[in-house]
């Protein structure tokens, strides 16, 4: 009897940190998507995720933003997507660790480039506190 209602208690309390974790993620999308729009790049709500992963026993909350881009472009793709996840980080105060973009090229087969960037440096991006040229040097490359 104990044990089911421990269970009880811990299923909901899964389903309602998920819920919280869906309606913020919704939350940041709309704010992204905003300036996605003015760059008229297509991203859909699939394409921005969040993630929750173990490293060196913390819990590390990731941004996942993916968006497609034609050959030429996707440096501006990749910059877009990084000012549209500090846009939304910064406006929902969402206490997310690390911002994860993956641009999907368009050639004669798609390639992917993928880069990871901390959380603060995304906003610092942003806001302007940051320019480009060091942004850019503190990527992880993938």
Do not use: P
């Not at 297509?42 to 993916?66: C, H, P, R, S, W």
């Not at 406006?91 to 911002?99: F, Q, W």
């Amino acid at each position: 009897m104990k044990f089911k209602k421990l269970a009880i208690i811990i299923l909901n309390l899964i389903l309602l940190s998920s819920f919280g974790l869906a309606q913020s993620s919704s939350a940041m999308y709309r704010e992204a998507l905003k300036i996605f729009k003015s760059y008229r790049y297509e991203v859909d709500y699939a394409d921005f995720q969040m993630k929750t992963y173990e490293e060196d026993g913390k819990t590390v909350l990731q941004l996942l933003v993916i968006v497609k881009s034609g050959r030429n472009h996707f440096d501006e793709a990749l910059l877009v997507a990084y000012a549209a996840s500090g846009s939304a980080i910064d406006k929902t105060k969402s206490a997310i660790d690390r911002v994860s973009v993956v641009v999907k090229v368009q050639y004669k087969e798609e390639v992917s480039i993928a880069a990871t960037a901390d959380a603060g440096d995304v906003v610092k991006l942003y806001k302007e506190e940051m320019d480009v040229s060091t942004f850019m040097g503190r990527l992880t490359w993938h």
